[in-house]
């Protein structure tokens, strides 16, 4: 069982950078697969990015490719999401989760633990 705890949400002007952070209950965090979704109401929660367990490799939507860098600190057993370039189209909930490797990043359904999800509002 892991817990998933997200902060560093809020308010931006679009340009602007956020970090979110996501910090995991347990021993053994390094055996998970670290990822990043959002979702806006009324629609479907969509992959950002996600991390290897070891974090040697990243993946990221096309959207977001350049702006955003995903990273872990497995000694805190912390993942994060650092933000810049902030567009207003940007704005959602954001969902850290972990999953046990194999199959597909970047399915939501292949994720086993979710966090309760951090407010991100970027105005233009």
């Known amino acids: 069982q892991v817990q998933l705890i997200e902060s560093g949400g809020g308010l931006v002007q679009a340009g602007g950078s956020l970090r979110l952070s996501c910090a995991a209950s347990?021993?053994?965090?390094?055996?998970?697969?670290m990822g990043w979704f959002r979702q806006v109401t009324g629609k479907e929660r969509e992959f950002v990015a996600a991390?290897?367990?070891?974090?040697?490799?990243?993946y990221y939507t096309d959207s977001v490719k350049g702006r955003f860098t995903i990273s872990r600190d497995n000694a805190k057993n912390t993942v994060y999401l650092q933000m810049n370039s902030l567009k207003p189209e940007d704005t959602a909930v954001y969902y850290c989760?972990?999953?046990?490797?194999?199959?597909?990043?970047?399915?939501?359904?292949?994720?086993?633990?979710w966090g309760q999800g951090t407010q991100v509002t970027v105005s233009s």
């Open positions: 989760a972990a999953r046990f490797p194999g199959g597909s990043y970047y399915s939501n359904s292949e994720y086993r633990y």
């Open positions: 347990g021993r053994t965090f390094s055996s998970y697969v």
């Open positions: 991390i290897s367990r070891s974090g040697g490799m990243t």
